[in-house]
């Protein structure tokens, strides 16, 4: 008995996708997916039953962490632009309408330019990451991301060399954003990041998320993924990106300059004020897990820190 399409969940239908993927060679970490292509050229998996999540060794991470569901990664967000309750930011932005929407890019560049999703998707396609995702609060998952390194876009606007740091920042409409009529934080939400941190290979403009094109709460249509930092660098909801010379102040240190620093490298020797940071608890599972340097990405980012006193410039 094959399956009622309503009853196949996106996982099981990524996770298929993901198999067939790997039966015709391609590693589906370097595949790359270029929208509009992907959407005619996607397998048929009609003829077999779509594998069981755990059951397949292709929904782990790297170090073989099994991806966190759907439906988790989907129904427990930050997202204060909506409500500062996890729970209940999918329900508050159901229905947020990212379409037309723009990305400004501009500061100190050769080649400003305003960029929509079109574009971005034709311009720079859609490769598959999976990463983990810690948030700065203790918990965290593991999500296949679909996007493009923000440092191709970069390379496209043509940095002067006047320009050391990207600021990013999100969309402000307090109609739209019930959140943002709190005077508790000061609108919009700005994030920043020092220029080879912006341009290093692993940081993502992620457009989707299980082959899927991102839901309002994830932060459509497209927000950024920097997996060896906390969650709050991860900024959602873009709509602009500037090059800038001076380090950006993000929402954040503006609320908390003693809690939330500017680089926010995940480390679990610097305890936050609040509570330790040297475990985590990874969503839909009880017990507790080490939370590693770096997330876990130590090999690949280490090296941009060389120097730095990891304790003082959190
Ligand atoms: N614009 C915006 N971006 C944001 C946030 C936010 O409140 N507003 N929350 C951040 C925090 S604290 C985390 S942990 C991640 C959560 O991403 P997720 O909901 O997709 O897991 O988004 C980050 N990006
Ligand atoms: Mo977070």
Not at 9 to 17: A, D, G, I, K, M
Not at 57 to 68: A, H, K, P
Not at 104 to 130: A, C
């Amino acid at each position: 008995m094959s399956p009622k399409s309503a009853d196949i969940t996106p996982e099981e239908v990524y996770l298929s996708r993901r198999r067939f993927l790997k039966q015709t060679g391609a590693t589906a970490a370097g595949v790359l997916l270029v929208a509009g292509c992907e959407r005619t050229a996607r397998p048929s998996t009609g003829h077999q039953p779509p594998p069981k999540p755990g059951k397949t060794e292709s929904n782990r991470d790297e170090r073989g962490n099994r991806l966190t569901s759907y439906a988790a990664v989907t129904s427990y967000n930050n997202f204060y632009e909506f409500t500062t309750n996890k729970e209940g930011v999918a329900a508050m932005a159901a229905g947020f309408k990212t379409e037309p929407w723009a990305v400004e890019v501009g500061g100190l560049v050769q080649k400003p330019k305003t960029f929509d999703l079109d574009d971005l998707r034709r311009k720079f396609g859609e490769e598959e990451r999976i990463y983990r995702m810690r948030c700065g609060e203790g918990w965290s998952m593991v999500i296949p991301w679909l996007g493009f390194p923000l440092g191709s876009l970069i390379k496209e606007v043509e940095p002067l060399a006047k320009a050391k740091y990207v600021m990013l920042t999100s969309i402000y409409d307090p109609e739209r954003l019930p959140g943002q009529k709190s005077t508790a934080y000061s609108w919009p939400y700005v994030e920043g990041l020092r220029l080879d941190e912006a341009t290093h290979s692993l940081t993502l403009l992620a457009t989707g998320l299980y082959g899927k094109p991102l839901l309002p709460q994830s932060g459509a249509p497209v927000r950024l993924v920097v997996p060896w930092k906390y969650g709050y660098k991860s900024i959602k909801s873009i709509v602009r990106i500037d090059l800038v010379e001076e380090m950006p102040t993000s929402l954040w240190m503006r609320a908390a300059p003693d809690q939330y620093g500017f680089f926010a490298n995940v480390n679990p020797d610097v305890a936050h004020k609040r509570w330790t940071q040297s475990t985590e608890r990874r969503i839909t599972e009880v017990r507790r897990r080490k939370t590693l340097s770096f997330n876990g990405y130590d090999d690949q980012i280490a090296k941009l820190y060389k120097g730095m006193d990891l304790e003082r410039f959190y």
